[in-house]
């Protein structure tokens, strides 16, 4: 089943159950999948680009987040974390931060790097290898800890 047919389903239960904030996730993710389909010509988007969508508006909700957190908005904040518990809920499971030291320990092996100069070659092959199962931001520090 595609992420559209999933959202729509959702949608239906979250109309009758009268449940707001999912309903409010739910229709931004369904104009994001129209936009990405409309943006490409009306061509079919892969599970890819879904996956990278549904990333890029989780990735808006926490930084959101962590703005209205810092001026003390907790009912802004609210809305945020609602949103962003329903988007994760389409996202493929994130790699705990151990798990994502032991496969970056393997990359940095495998491209030779030693030093935070090679964080460049380390993070490209990571950034590939990792997609959808790790924020980019997770990598980059769990990067930096281990070639310092």
Same mark, same amino acid.
């Given at each position: 089943m595609?992420?559209?047919?999933?959202?729509?389903?959702?949608? #239906?239960?979250?109309?009758?159950?009268?449940? =707001?904030?999912?309903?409010?996730?739910?229709?931004?993710? @369904?104009?994001?999948?129209?936009?990405?389909k409309t943006? =490409?010509?009306? #061509?079919?988007?892969? $599970?890819?680009? &879904?996956?990278?969508?549904?990333?890029?508006?989780?990735?808006?909700?926490? *930084?959101?987040? *962590?703005?209205? $957190? @810092?001026?003390?908005?907790?009912?802004?904040?609210?809305? $945020?974390?609602? =949103?962003?518990?329903?988007?994760?809920?389409?996202?493929?499971?994130?790699?705990?931060?151990? &798990?994502?030291? $032991?496969?970056?320990?393997?990359?940095?092996?495998?491209?030779?790097?030693?030093?935070?100069?090679?964080?460049?070659?380390?993070?490209?092959?990571?950034?590939?290898?990792?997609?959808?199962?790790?924020?980019?931001?997770?990598?980059?520090?769990?990067? #930096?800890?281990?070639?310092?």
């Open positions: 595609s992420l559209e047919q999933k959202v729509m389903e959702e949608m #239906k239960q979250a109309m009758k159950a009268k449940d =707001e904030a999912t309903l409010r996730t739910l229709r931004a993710i @369904k104009a994001g999948i129209l936009l990405e943006s =490409e010509g009306g #061509k079919e988007i892969t $599970e890819a680009d &879904e996956i990278k969508m549904l990333q890029k508006m989780a990735k808006q909700r926490r *930084d959101s987040l *962590d703005i209205f $957190e @810092k001026q003390n908005r907790e009912d802004l904040a609210a809305k $945020e974390r609602e =949103e962003l518990a329903i988007l994760e809920r389409f996202l493929p499971r994130q790699m705990s931060a151990d &798990e994502l030291k $032991e496969v970056l320990k393997g990359i940095i092996t495998q491209v030779g790097a030693n030093s935070p100069t090679d964080m460049g070659k380390v993070m490209g092959v990571a950034s590939k290898q990792l997609a959808g199962q790790a924020d980019g931001k997770a990598i980059s520090e769990a990067v #930096k800890q281990l070639l310092s």
